[in-house]
């Protein structure tokens, strides 16, 4: 089954709008993470939501997860071009724990 | 801000060879992964690696692949016969603990590997 599938595909945006991207998963989860990654490199944690939590914020970001639905959004407030980056969810199955199973991303353009 | 380093960034092989992927995690980091990326698709997991054995692995993961922490701090990822399909960015992750709660994994900037 596929999990961690991210809506849009693609997103741009003008620099200093708001960028929300979503999530779906299909199994049970410890815990649901986004990454970051710039062309060409590696990925980097921005958040971890655990399934008891339903909002976390960090800087400019603001993370919900909704268990019910099995869906997670991302928001990432005044963005900047700086931003410019694929994002992904991953997911931690309550089985198999140590396993990040990611999504296919959303590739977030911020326009100057 | 420590960091998870690959070498090489870059590794062109010819199909059938055997590579070496190399990794150097976070020195106080207890698990290890290696996932991969296919050119436009989805980060895949491979592999993870805690207290000098294989703890889980993915079909991806055959008899072909191997991981090895031979020294304490290398993690290295050998495919032993490279098939084109082969050809990917593989990415070192190493991470403190698995909670709860979880903590992160970092990933390294990985190796795009292209098989010839």
């Known amino acids: 089954s596929q999990q961690g599938e991210e809506d849009p595909q693609a997103l741009s945006i003008q620099e200093g709008e708001n960028a929300t991207m979503n999530c779906s998963y299909k199994t049970s989860i410890n815990n649901l993470q986004w990454y970051r990654q710039n062309s060409g490199r590696g990925l980097v944690h921005l958040i971890l939501i655990r399934s008891n939590e339903r909002e976390k914020h960090s800087g400019r970001l603001r993370v919900t997860l909704d268990t019910s639905k099995k869906s997670s959004s991302l928001l990432i407030t005044a963005s900047r071009a700086a931003d410019t980056a694929s994002y992904f969810c991953?997911?931690?199955?309550?089985?198999?724990?140590?396993?990040?199973?990611f999504g296919q991303g959303t590739r977030l353009t911020i326009n100057p | 801000e420590p960091e998870v380093t690959q070498t090489p960034s870059h590794q062109v092989t010819q199909m059938g060879q055997e590579v070496i992927l190399r990794c150097v995690p976070i020195s106080n980091h207890l698990y290890f992964y290696w996932y991969r990326q296919i050119l436009g698709q989805k980060v895949e997991f491979l592999v993870s690696?805690?207290?000098?054995?294989?703890?889980?692995k993915s079909e991806i993961f055959d008899d072909q692949f191997s991981v090895e922490r031979p020294d304490g701090s290398n993690f290295t990822l050998k495919i032993r016969s490279t098939k084109l399909e082969d050809s990917a960015m593989y990415f070192c992750a190493s991470q403190f603990g698995t909670g709860p709660p979880n903590s992160p994994l970092h990933f390294g900037n990985g190796t795009r590997l292209t098989v010839t």
């Open positions: 690696f805690y207290n000098n054995e294989i703890s889980e």
């Open positions: 991953a997911t931690d199955e309550i089985q198999g724990a140590q396993k990040l199973v």
